[in-house]
């Protein structure tokens, strides 16, 4: 049988209230009842309790990734997943050089990244706002001659 889902997706899932879960959820098993599919999710309070197709949704790319504006750069990072107790570190781009220094290259949300980034390196020399006070930074202030 051809489910809409398979195992590994990171997706929403919404219970019989209609609420959204809080968080993201990874599939881990797919079973067949009564011809239809239901799905189980880590993580869960209820491993146990499998839910049906029309309560999942498929988790869209921007919706996981993680983009931070620092003093020194702009750090891009993953959602669904976590290392050293913290969101996976994608790539961070330097304001100084405009650099983009890739940390995980097999990442599905790199090619969105890079876009992103290109965006910003073609603004080389324009201020950038990096507080929500008005604080603004040169973009490859360090490329000036």
């Known amino acids: ?9 990171k997706v929403k899932v919404i219970n019989g209230y209609g609420f959204t879960l809080k ?10 009842v009564d011809g239809k599919p239901r799905y189980y999710i880590y993580p869960t309070d ?3 309790y499998s839910h049906p ?6 988790v869209e790319t921007s919706e996981s990734l993680f983009i931070g504006i620092f003093a020194t750069g702009i750090s891009y990072a993953d959602k669904s997943k976590t290392e050293h107790g913290d969101y996976k570190k994608i790539a961070f781009l ?13 990442s599905g ?17 324009e201020d950038y706002q ?3 006070s008005g604080q603004t930074i040169e973009l490859g202030y360090a490329l000036r001659h």
């Open 109 to 125: 949300l790199l090619d969105t990244v890079k876009e992103d980034a290109k965006k910003i390196q073609s603004r080389v020399g």
């Open 46 to 48: 209820t491993p146990w």
């Open 94 to 106: 330097t304001f100084s050089h405009l650099e983009l220094t890739v940390y995980d290259p097999f």
């Open 130 to 132: 990096i507080s929500s």
């Open 53 to 58: 197709e029309d309560r999942i949704r498929k």
């Open 23 to 32: 968080g993201l959820r990874t599939i881990t098993k797919i079973e067949v």
């Open 1 to 9: 049988m051809t489910t809409k889902f398979n195992v590994g997706d």
